[in-house]
């Protein structure tokens, strides 16, 4: 049920200018040189559109890949102000995309608008980093698994090509509150949406499974004894080089 490789990606959010190449190329420096010995993780920067192609090509990048961190569901150009498709992120050398984060779903994004992101984007050769999490009061009314199994039907379809989908388990309470679940708690959900994939959608594998909200450089540890776990989607921590650099080396202490 368990990949060996672990995933290490950042979401920077609404962050980052044209100076923030530093941090990517000091993150770029410990990937060159912990992977000589330690090809055990990968290392995944979504960033702002506006910062896609100049990480890209700014630094000659190695073992880190750059993603977006949302499209628009639309294939070719249109009359859609603000938006970029998957398309546009691909060619300006993202290979991944974060799509269904809470935050865009609290601007009114539904799961089946989610849906046709996810199809768009897969067309478009990205891989993609599927969010799904319940709220604090879900949590409270005993609905987590619910609304899990509702956010994977309503916006993954067996027809798609799913090993491009990479889930990450984000509960809504727990984005940048320092609030993290139970040891127990996580392994079990981790459980049943690796179940629920392979069961729901006839795969004959188990999907990648990664967990996000406040991870940090100490609660890392903790983490790290969760081996049904594929990796991270790293939030506020990823926006300093050191700090980002701090998870992946006290994960493997
Ligand atoms: P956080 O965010 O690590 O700052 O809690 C995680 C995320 O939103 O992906």
């Known amino acids: 049920m368990t990949n060996k490789l672990k995933y290490f990606i950042g979401n920077w959010k609404m962050f980052g200018d044209l100076g923030s190449f530093k941090i990517v190329a000091k993150i770029n420096r410990f990937a060159n040189k912990f992977h000589t010995y330690n090809n055990k993780f990968k290392i995944i920067l979504c960033v702002p559109s506006t910062l896609v192609y100049f990480f890209k090509f700014k630094i000659k990048l190695k073992h880190i890949f750059i993603g977006g961190q949302n499209c628009h569901f639309n294939q070719t150009y249109g009359p859609f102000t603000g938006h970029v498709n ?121 999907p990648r499974v990664l967990y996000g909200g406040s991870v940090n450089n100490n609660n890392i540890r903790i983490f790290s004894k969760i081996s049904n776990l594929d990796g991270f989607l790293i939030g506020g921590a990823s926006q300093s080089s050191k700090k980002f650099i701090d998870i992946i080396k006290n994960y493997y202490k």
Request: net charge positive; charged share 35%; glycine share 4%.
């Open 86 to 206: 998957a398309s546009m992120l691909k060619k300006t050398g993202a290979e991944y995309v974060i799509l269904g984060h809470s935050e865009n779903r609290a601007d009114g994004e539904t799961n089946k608008l989610i849906k046709k992101k996810i199809k768009s984007s897969i067309d478009q050769n990205l891989k993609v980093i599927f969010c799904i999490g319940e709220s604090f009061k879900e949590k409270k009314n005993g609905k987590t698994f619910s609304v899990l199994r509702k956010q994977m039907r309503e916006s993954v379809e067996k027809r798609f090509n799913l090993n491009k989908i990479i889930f990450a388990y984000e509960p809504v309470w727990s984005i940048g509150t320092n609030r993290i679940p139970k040891k127990e708690q996580l392994e079990k959900i981790i459980e049943f949406i690796k179940k629920e994939y392979k069961r729901n959608f006839r795969s004959k594998y188990y």
